[in-house]
T-cell receptor, first 113, second 114 residues
């Protein structure tokens, strides 16, 4: 069962425009959510996170929104840059404090110059 | 470089052979995780250690897989009698073990079983 889903395998946007990546989850016990970025031949690198007690977290060009009632989160990148082209993974963690993350399938973002 | 280090970066083996991967976590991190990633999928949890204790194993981890973390430092992941379905990227990550924390990942070991 896929507890964290990223239904869009790919997204293409123009440089300078907004990129919106979406993620849905099914387990209401998840209380911490993260976004990771992955370049080819590298491991995932942490981008931004949000706790379930918040509905928005911002870090520079990156903003994550959490809608708990809809079990949905999104990552906004404004403005998008060609260097943002990568695979983006949404991940969730439960309240057991094991630190174990459940990942979505990933969305490949291409930012065109 | 004080990041998570994995060795080797690539491993090609024949079906039925045993392989072993090594992970060196960030030195002050007491939690260490192994994940597996196949093409088009996100990383899947395999197992994790708190210091030297292996606290959780995924049902994905068959009897052919074994992981150790002697003395709570580096970790090894061994796969015995490899099968073609074991071909994947094996990722190691580490963390401090605090609440609501992020994992730091290594670059992974790409395993190809022929």
């Amino acid at each position: 069962d896929q507890q964290v889903k990223q239904n869009s395998p790919s997204l293409s946007v123009q440089e300078g425009r907004i990129s919106i990546l979406n993620c849905d989850y099914t387990n209401s016990m998840f209380d911490y959510f993260l976004w990771y970025k992955k370049y080819p031949a590298e491991g995932p690198t942490f981008l931004i996170s949000i706790s379930s007690i918040k509905d928005k977290n911002e870090d520079g060009r990156f903003t994550v929104f959490l809608n708990k009632s809809a079990k949905h989160l999104s990552l906004h990148i404004v403005p998008s840059q060609p260097g943002d082209s990568a695979v983006y993974f949404c991940a969730a963690s439960g309240s057991s404090n094991t630190g174990k993350l459940i990942f979505g399938q990933g969305t490949t973002l291409q930012v065109k110059p | 470089d004080t990041g998570v280090s994995q060795d080797p970066r690539h491993k090609i083996t024949k079906r039925g052979q045993n392989v072993t991967f090594r992970c060196d976590p960030i030195s002050e991190h007491n939690r260490l995780y192994w994940y597996r990633q196949t093409l088009g999928q996100g990383p899947e949890f395999l197992t994790y250690f708190q210091n030297e204790a292996q606290l959780e194993k995924s049902r994905l981890l068959s009897d052919r897989f074994s992981a150790e973390r002697p003395k709570g430092s580096f970790s090894t992941l061994e796969i015995q009698r490899t099968e073609q379905g074991d071909s994947a990227m094996y990722l190691c990550a580490s963390s401090l073990g605090t609440f609501n924390e992020k994992l730091f990942f290594g670059s992974g070991t790409q395993l190809s079983v022929l």
